[in-house]
């Protein structure tokens, strides 16, 4: 079986200097500024021609042995870089080094064509009433509705179905097999395969038998947004479903109907958030946080994995447990609920049961 590299870097590399200047480094004393490096690695794996950084101690000791030609490394751990490897020092390696990995594989910052095309391929089937930008790529098997629009530079993958009247910017990858219906995207938004926007949302009253209540919404994705694989946005039922500018979603979380979350939000794989709930701006939840509804999540609040938060959440708190909580009042609970069970291990004469 042959091996395939499938990013491979661009062509000329960048010099020391380019590195040192997207860094924000200075270049040690004797560093050749025109050296040219090929590709970035990992600080095990890298050679002399490549890239790597390092910013956590306990890589401390690959840090000594790596044979990579330049290392992006914070003050406190450049004494341990080997002479071979140039040490360049920044108070941020890992944000300096996805920067410079971007410039070195431009191809892996977003999905293109999985068919190699430019345009509409054969095999797809974009309805005359829809309006696409010149440039736009749609791969074989996808459905683009009528009244769908779509801007310059978009790639939509293969078997997607983009529903009718939907709206893309420009700029965007939609990936293979997903559906959007009932939604709008802003510019550059990054939706990977398989997620689901603009479904009906979850909506019951509740009966003798079960009456289904319309979801008439939208979902409105704003510019900048990344959603991940096998995600699923329900559309409002009352008013639009809303994703802000620049927040990213990881695979697999589930955002119900009317929810609005802010800007540059993280939400990790596994995550589940009720209707009718609002994250401020900056909001993080850890993996399988699960948020129950109608809730407020403040501004730049964080939620530790697998919490369960059942009330509203102070901006700029960190909070976590079942259910979630201040950190420090969780912190003493385990505590002393981990006294308690070593306690509960002993009998009254005060030996070991």
Not at 282 to 307: K, P
Not at 331 to 342: D, K, P, S, Y
Request: net charge neutral.
């Amino acid at each position: 079986m042959s091996d395939p590299i499938f990013f491979t870097a661009a062509a000329d590399g960048l010099t020391l200097a380019e590195i040192a200047a997207a860094a924000g480094a200075s270049l040690p004393d004797g560093a050749d500024p025109e050296r040219r490096f090929s590709g970035a690695a990992s600080l095990e794996s890298a050679g002399p021609e490549q890239l790597a950084y390092m910013d956590n101690a306990r890589y401390g000791d690959a840090l000594a042995a790596t044979r990579a030609g330049v290392c992006l490394v914070s003050p406190r751990f450049a004494a341990r870089c080997p002479a071979t490897t140039v040490a360049l020092v920044s108070r941020d390696p890992y944000r300096a080094y996805a920067a410079l990995l971007g410039r070195l594989h431009p191809d892996a910052l977003r999905p293109g064509s999985q068919f190699a095309v430019r345009g509409v391929a054969s095999g797809a089937h974009v309805h005359p009433e829809a309006r696409l930008e010149d440039g736009v790529t749609v791969d074989p098997g996808a459905v683009v509705g009528p009244g769908a629009e779509i801007g310059a530079g978009t790639v939509i993958g293969p078997n997607a179905v983009i529903g009718p009247g939907v709206r893309i910017g420009r700029d965007c990858a939609i990936g293979a097999g997903t559906t959007l219906s009932h939604a709008l995207l802003g510019n550059r938004v990054i939706i990977h395969p398989g997620a689901r926007l603009g479904q009906d949302g979850f909506g019951f009253a509740m009966g003798a038998s079960h009456l289904k209540v319309p979801q008439v919404g939208r979902v409105i994705v704003q510019d900048d947004v990344e959603i991940g694989a096998n995600t699923t946005i329900d559309r409002g039922a009352s008013r639009d479903t809303v994703i802000g500018e620049g927040t990213k979603i990881d695979n697999l979380v589930q955002i119900a109907h009317n929810v609005v979350i802010g800007r540059h939000c993280v939400i990790v794989s596994g995550v589940g958030i009720s209707g009718s709930t609002t994250l401020e701006d900056y909001v993080v939840l850890g993996g399988q946080v699960g948020v129950v509804g109608h809730l407020r999540i403040g501004r730049g609040a964080q939620i530790a994995g697998s919490s369960n938060v059942n009330r509203d959440v102070p901006p700029g708190s960190r909070w976590g447990g079942t259910p979630a909580k201040p950190v420090r009042a969780w912190f003493r609970e385990l505590t002393t609920l981990a006294r308690l069970a070593e306690r509960g291990g002993k009998d009254l004469s005060g030996e070991d049961t």
